[in-house]
């Protein structure tokens, strides 16, 4: 199993990235995927979560500025991040999760700086 994240960076307040997870090794489309962030000396946090039916979930940090999907037939999964904040400063881990077969599995993270 793999999860390799990309597309962090660093970018001013105000500018846009667009984080992307390449999954393998497992039925990707079966599972629901999450991506998580851990900014220094915090608790790793939930940001956004897709079902395998699509359905997409949102902390209140990332509502309205964050959007997940999910492109299945490539095994992808993306968060886009507009009207970045210095408090979106984190790494950021893509989550595969399916709970009926215990499964939980994580990236290695993707940094992301916000900063002028």
């Known amino acids: 199993v793999q999860l390799v994240e990309s597309g962090g960076g660093v970018v001013q307040p105000g500018g846009s990235l667009r984080l992307s997870c390449a999954a393998s090794?497992?039925?990707?489309?079966?599972?629901?995927m999450n991506w998580y962030r851990q900014a220094p000396g915090l608790e790793r946090e939930w940001v956004a979560g897709?079902?395998?039916?699509?359905?997409?979930l949102y902390a209140d940090s990332a509502k309205g500025r964050f959007t997940i999907s999910r492109d299945n037939a490539k095994n992808t999964l993306s968060l886009q991040m507009n009207s970045l904040k210095s408090e979106d400063t984190a790494v950021y881990y893509c989550?595969?999760?399916?709970?009926?077969?215990?499964?939980?599995?994580w990236g290695q993270g993707t940094q992301v700086t916000v900063s002028s």
């Open positions: 090794g497992f039925t990707f489309s079966a599972y629901a």
């Open positions: 897709i079902t395998a039916d699509r359905v997409t």
């Open positions: 989550n595969a999760r399916r709970v009926i077969v215990k499964a939980d599995y």
